[in-house]
Structures are given as C-alpha cells and as structure tokens.
C-alpha cells in the first residue's frame, strides 16, 4: 500500500479494492471480444443516437 492508503478507513479500501476488481474484470472481457471485421468507419453509431449510411440520417 501507498502512504495515502493507509490513512483510509476499511470502508475506503474496500472500495477501492472492488474498484480494482471491476476494472481487471472489464478489460478481461474487452480482449475477450473478437476484432470486429468489415465494421463503420468513425464513432460508433449507436452511442450518438443515429445512423447515417450515403449521406442520410436515420434516428431511431
């Protein structure tokens, strides 16, 4: 542990603990996912709320 960590209470640690634990869990799962082949170009669609294919919009 950091010298800042031991100053926290138990309640903090753990937190910080789970934390450590979502983020190794989450990118497990992210090199899990296979390379995604023949995808859009650019942001990703669905995160912006609309698609655009040639020049048109559509929203969902």
Request: aromatic residues 4%.
């Amino acid at each position: 542990m950091s010298e800042p960590e031991k100053n926290l209470p138990p309640a903090a640690l753990r937190a910080l603990a789970e934390a450590e634990e979502r983020r190794q869990k989450a990118e497990a799962e992210a090199k899990a996912l296979p390379k995604e082949l023949g995808g859009r170009d650019g942001p990703e669609p669905v995160r912006f709320g609309d698609w655009e294919k040639k020049g048109i919009a559509v929203d969902f």
